[in-house]
């Protein structure tokens, strides 16, 4: 059902300190993460403006939707 989950390797970056009331964890420093989930894949765009949208439906019984609005050169 899920076949586009991704773990990426180990990688470094430097997370915006401001960034550390949404995530704690962020150091302002060079630190390690990895990234893992499942990601939409498109085919590419024509130039012009796109909506993409599509709804979670969750096991915990809730759904919500995501809405992303693409401008393409």
Do not use: E, N
Request: proline residues 8%; glycine residues 6%.
């Amino acid at each position: 059902m899920y076949d586009h989950r991704v773990t990426t390797p180990l990688f470094t970056f430097t997370g915006d300190p401001s960034m550390r009331r949404l995530d704690p964890c962020i150091t302002g420093s060079p630190q390690q993460a990895v990234a893992d989930g499942y990601f939409v894949l498109l085919k590419p765009l024509h130039p012009g403006v796109h909506t993409v949208a599509w709804t979670v439906h969750h096991s915990f019984g809730y759904a919500y939707t995501v809405r992303y609005t693409l401008t393409v050169q």
